[in-house]
């Protein structure tokens, strides 16, 4: 497994298990593809995976722990990406 592969497939544990079971591959894939030739994919890209992933999390089971998380990584891709 490669460095890239490995880190959209961590990033994607933000997302609720049932969400991963049914759209997760097709999600590695594209985001795989779309990496093209980089070894490591971009810092942006990843956050904002984790952002929409505990998004969804927190539209399923909103709890004052990931709705922190959620706020955090979303400032972390707005600051990553100013």
């Given at each position: 497994m490669s460095?890239?592969?490995?880190a959209y497939?961590?990033?994607?544990?933000?997302y609720?298990?049932s969400?991963r079971?049914?759209?997760g591959?097709e999600?590695?894939?594209?985001l795989?593809d779309?990496?093209?030739?980089?070894?490591l994919?971009?810092?942006?890209?990843?956050?904002?995976?984790?952002?929409?992933?505990?998004g969804?999390?927190t539209?399923?089971?909103?709890?004052?722990r990931a709705?922190?998380?959620?706020?955090?990584?979303l400032l972390?891709?707005?600051?990553?990406?100013?």
């Open positions: 460095r890239r592969h490995l497939r961590l990033a994607l544990l933000a609720p298990l969400y079971a049914e759209r591959d999600i590695l894939s594209t795989v779309a990496c093209g030739e980089r070894r994919p971009d810092v942006r890209e990843v956050a904002a995976l984790v952002a929409d992933g505990l969804r999390r539209a399923i089971r909103p709890s004052g709705v922190q998380w959620r706020s955090g990584a972390a891709a707005y600051a990553l990406g100013s």
